[in-house]
C-alpha cells in the first residue's frame, strides 16, 4: 500500500519525509561535519554568511537542515491539495517531494542547498495560493519577496526569479496586483543595497555586484557536485517530467482555469531551469534542487493517472536515483 504513492494518507507521507530528512541530516553532518573550505570567486550577497554559519556551527547547521528539508517539502506540497491542481485529490505530493529532494541537497554545500528550497518552495508555495478559490494580497507579495530574495543567495537563479514574476504579471493583469509583484520583487535588492549603503558602501555599486555575480562562475563547481549517480538523478527526474507533461497535455481541459495557470508556471520553471543550467554562465547546485521541487509538484498527476504497478515502478526508480545520487 505504501509503495502505491498515489493512494498515501498524510501520515504516510509525513513518514517518509520524517525518514528522509532524518537521513538526511545524518548524512550530512556524518559526511560534512567537519568545516569545509570556503571556496573563494564571485558569491551572491548572502551566500558566505550562509556558508560561515555552516562552517561555525557543525553541529547545529545538519539539525536546522532537517528542520528546514520537512518545512520546504510541507510548504510546496501543502498548496497543491488546495488549489485542485490535480485532476483527483491526493496526498502525493508529500512523499514525492521528500524523495526528490533528497538527492539534491544532500552536499558539502548543505546549508546553502536547503536555503535555497526553502526559498524556492515559500516563492512557489505562496503564489499557487494566488490562483486558489480565495486570493489574498498578502501571498502574492510574501511570493515575490522570496522570488526577490533569489539572487542574494544564488546569481544562477535569477532568470527564474525575474521571469516568472513577469508571467504572473501578464496572466493576473491588474494595476495593483501588478504593482505588488513589482514592489515584492524589488524590496529584498533594495534592502541589500541599502544595508551596504548605511556601512559606508556604494548603494548602485552593490546593486551592478549582484549582476556581475550572474555573469561568473558559481562558488560551487557543478564538476564536483554533478556527478555520475547525479547525473542518472537528474536524468529521471527529467525523464518523469516528460512523462507528466505527456499527461498533462491530455487531461489539462477538465482542470480549473486556476490550476491550468499554475501548471503553465510550473513548465516555464522547468524550461527556465533546465536552460539555465545548459546556457547561462553562471549555474549551480542550486539549479538541481529547483528542478527537484518543480518536478516534485508536477509528478502526482502521473501517479494518478498510471496503473498501480507503473505508479510502483516509477516511484521505485526515484527512490534509487535520489539514494544512489548522494552514495
Request: charged share 5%.
Amino acid at each position: 500500500m505504501i509503495l502505491d504513492v498515489s493512494r498515501h494518507k498524510f501520515s504516510e507521507g509525513l513518514v517518509t519525509l520524517l525518514l528522509f530528512a532524518v537521513v538526511a541530516s545524518v548524512a550530512v553532518a556524518l559526511s560534512y561535519g567537519d568545516a569545509p573550505e570556503i571556496l573563494g570567486g564571485a558569491q551572491a550577497p548572502l551566500q558566505p554568511f550562509i556558508k560561515q554559519f555552516q562552517v561555525n556551527h557543525p553541529v547545529l547547521a545538519p539539525i536546522l537542515f532537517g528542520l528546514l528539508y520537512v518545512y520546504s517539502v510541507l510548504r510546496v506540497s501543502r498548496v497543491t491539495v488546495r488549489v485542485d491542481l490535480y485532476t483527483l485529490g491526493t496526498m502525493a505530493g508529500v512523499a514525492l517531494s521528500g524523495v526528490a529532494l533528497f538527492g539534491a541537497v544532500v552536499s558539502a554545500d548543505y546549508a546553502l542547498l536547503i536555503v535555497v528550497a526553502m526559498v524556492v518552495a515559500e516563492a512557489f508555495g505562496r503564489l499557487f495560493y494566488c490562483f486558489g478559490h480565495s486570493v489574498r494580497s498578502h501571498y502574492l507579495f510574501s511570493a515575490m519577496l522570496a522570488f526577490g530574495t533569489m539572487p542574494l543567495i544564488d546569481g544562477a537563479l535569477i532568470p527564474l526569479a525575474l521571469l516568472i514574476p513577469l508571467f504572473t504579471v501578464a496572466i493576473r493583469s491588474t494595476v495593483r496586483e501588478s504593482l505588488l509583484v513589482l514592489l515584492g520583487l524589488a524590496t529584498p535588492t533594495f534592502i541589500y543595497c541599502y544595508v551596504v549603503w548605511l556601512l559606508n558602501g556604494d548603494f548602485g555599486q552593490a546593486f551592478l555586484s549582484i549582476w556581475d555575480n550572474f555573469q561568473l562562475t558559481s562558488h560551487l563547481s557543478l564538476g564536483v557536485y554533478l556527478t555520475l549517480p547525479r547525473l542518472f538523478y537528474l536524468g529521471v527526474l527529467v525523464f518523469l517530467y516528460l512523462a507528466t507533461a505527456m499527461v498533462w497535455y491530455s487531461v489539462s481541459l477538465p482542470l480549473m482555469s486556476g490550476a491550468r495557470f499554475v501548471w503553465y508556471i510550473l513548465h516555464l520553471a522547468m524550461l527556465l531551469l533546465i536552460a539555465s543550467l545548459l546556457l547561462l554562465p553562471t549555474v549551480s547546485a542550486s539549479l538541481l534542487v529547483a528542478i527537484s521541487l518543480v518536478v516534485a509538484v508536477m509528478l502526482p498527476l502521473l501517479f494518478i493517472q498510471a496503473s498501480t504497478l507503473q505508479g510502483v515502478l516509477a516511484y521505485m526508480l526515484l527512490v534509487v536515483a535520489t539514494i544512489v545520487a548522494v552514495v
